[in-house]
């Protein structure tokens, strides 16, 4: 297990082509789930610097809140409310360039501008999804939804 994190300067795509080994080597070895999803969300908010970076977690009908980093955030999220539930229930990433403009956005912070929240799969469910909130306006694209999708399939869950 690596766990040093060396943060790489250069294009979006080439930082994730740098980070993606990185965090292969935090997961490498390592099988329990919550120390895995906090070393995930460590390594990204320390390399792109976003506002907020975490997981939820699905329990029930709701998602609950797992690892991350960054300030206090909404505890739990009903399926189809906000973006996270949105994405879970639509078992599909979204990218949000202004929050405020999302119907029935869940305002957390007032401070996150923009969002990306990747579901995460076993078997053709969702289990949970990675949240990553910026304080910029149009922060996310579609280099951020191919990277995060690979990333977070890295996950290995009994």
């Given at each position: 297990m690596a766990e040093d994190l060396h943060i790489i300067q250069g294009t979006k795509e080439e930082q994730y082509q740098a980070l993606i080994p990185?965090?292969?080597?935090?997961?490498?070895?390592?099988?329990?789930?919550i120390a895995n999803l906090a070393n995930m969300a460590a390594a990204l908010k320390e390399q792109f610097g976003w506002f907020w970076v975490g997981f939820y977690l699905v329990d029930q009908n709701e998602l609950v809140l797992g690892p991350f980093q960054g300030p206090v955030a909404c505890t739990r999220i009903q399926k189809g409310r906000g973006v996270c539930g949105t994405s879970w229930a639509q078992e599909k990433t979204l990218v949000v360039p202004d929050v405020e403009k999302f119907p029935g956005h869940i305002a957390c912070s007032s401070l996150s501008k923009s969002e990306i929240v990747v579901p995460l799969f076993k078997n053709g469910m969702v289990w949970g999804v990675l949240d990553v909130d910026s304080s910029d306006y149009d922060q996310f694209d579609d280099i951020d939804q191919h990277y995060l999708e690979q990333i977070v399939a890295l996950l290995k869950i009994v």
């Open positions: 990185q965090i292969k080597g935090l997961l490498e070895g390592e099988n329990n789930l």
